[in-house]
Nanobody, 121 residues
Framework: QVQLVESGGGLVQAGGSLRLSCAYS????????MAWFRQAPGKEREFVAS????????NYADAVKGRGTISRDNAKNTVYLQMNSLKPEDTAVYYC??????????????WGQGTQVTVSS
């Protein structure tokens, strides 16, 4: 199994920045892809960004392109999400997720507890 612990959320004014961190542990050698999702109150959870654990390929949702950057530090077993030019609509609980090589149907099969990001206007 893989354990994920997120941190770095908080309250920030519109136009500000945050860097979220996700520390992972356990069977880290099984990790294929790491990703960030978010869920705002009353809305469905949506994809934010992903990165291949060893290959470095990254993908971004249209809503965060140009403002969000996903990165990883495998030596520290940590994946990051840098968010700039934050907007009130970025307010959500942000979740770190992992897809392992043995995941069925290409699912993200491990999830963190989430960290709250609140952007004030």
């Amino acid at each position: 199994q893989v354990q994920l612990v997120e941190s770095g959320g908080g309250l920030v004014q519109a136009g500000g920045s945050l860097r979220l961190s996700c520390a992972y542990s356990g069977r880290t050698f099984t990790i294929y892809t790491m990703a960030w999702f978010r869920q705002a109150p009353g809305k469905e959870r949506e994809f934010v960004a992903s990165i291949v654990h060893s290959g470095g390929s990254a993908n971004y949702a249209d809503a965060v392109k140009g403002r969000g950057t996903i990165s990883r530090d495998n030596a520290k077993n940590t994946v990051y999400l840098q968010m700039n030019s934050l907007k009130p609509e970025d307010t959500a609980v942000y979740y770190c997720a992992v897809r392992t090589y043995d995941s069925l149907s290409n699912e993200y099969n491990y999830w963190g507890q989430g960290t709250q990001v609140t952007v004030s206007s």
